[in-house]
T-cell receptor, first 114, second 114 residues
Framework: DTGVSQDPRHKITKRGQNVTFRCDPI?????LYWYRQTLGQGPEFLTY????????KSRLLSDRFSAERPKGSFSTLEIQRTEQGDSAMYLC????????????FGNGTRLTVT | SQQGEEDPQALSIQEGENATMNCSYK?????LQWYRQNSGRGLVHLIL?????REKHSGRLRVTLDTSKKSSSLLITASRAADTASYFC??????????????FGGGTRLMVKP
């Protein structure tokens, strides 16, 4: 169990640019979640996959955001035409499909939009 | 939106003292979980309490749940400097449990002074 891995750890981009983050979940976990966390706040749910299927998306996830999990393993989160309000920590988590399983989080990608 | 609200938002205590954090939530739940987050890192699961449980212990942690008041508390006994972190409660929503999707509160920032 190597834990949930996220890349990059930090990303600084200029407003209007596109960015893509990657998440590698724990290999046995078929559920994968993306959360966003701004300074001093708790994580806010963005989207969730079970295997390769994206089963839930938050209203927070505007059409500039897209997430994929093409083979049910790693996932990518892309933000197009970034805005300063997108600056946040983007957290990925995974869990097995068992009921009441806790989430295992990665250390996040810190995005700064200048 | 935040489902849970923690109280207090910040807590500063001396090593060896007990720390109590409270969480309130809004919807019916299947379970409530507590997570810990060190600065700049991902969240780590601490303990899960089911809606039909009233109290649960894990090491120096004690969690209570009062579903009639929609509230929970986390007690850390004999605190250590290493307990310094932010603590978040998280709930699912029993009305539509989308694959263990969790909603987090705003967190309590605990500082334990040596």
């Amino acid at each position: 169990d190597t834990g949930v891995s996220q890349d990059p750890r930090h990303k600084i981009t200029k407003r209007g640019q596109n960015v893509t983050f990657r998440c590698d979940p724990i290999s046995e976990h078929n559920r994968l979640y993306w959360y966003r966390q701004t300074l001093g706040q708790g994580p806010e749910f963005l989207t969730y996959f079970q295997n390769e299927a994206q089963l839930e998306k938050s209203r927070l996830l505007s059409d500039r955001f897209s997430a994929e999990r093409p083979k049910g393993s790693f996932s990518t989160l892309e933000i197009q035409r970034t805005e300063q309000g997108d600056s946040a920590m983007y957290l990925c988590a995974s869990s097995p499909q068992r009921y009441n399983s806790p989430l295992h989080f990665g250390n996040g990608t810190r995005l700064t939009v200048t | 939106s935040q489902q849970g609200e923690e109280d207090p938002q910040a807590l500063s205590i001396q090593e060896g003292e007990n720390a109590t954090m409270n969480c309130s939530y809004k919807t019916s739940i299947n379970n409530l979980q507590w997570y810990r987050q060190n600065s700049g890192r991902g969240l780590v699961h601490l303990i899960l309490i089911r809606s039909n449980e009233r109290e649960k212990h894990s090491g120096r942690l004690r969690v209570t749940l009062d579903t009639s008041k929609k509230s929970s508390s986390l007690l850390i006994t004999a605190s250590r400097a290493a307990d310094t972190a932010s603590y978040f409660c998280a709930t699912d929503d029993s009305r539509h449990n989308a694959g263990n999707m969790l909603t987090f509160g705003g967190g309590t920032r605990l500082m334990v002074k040596p």
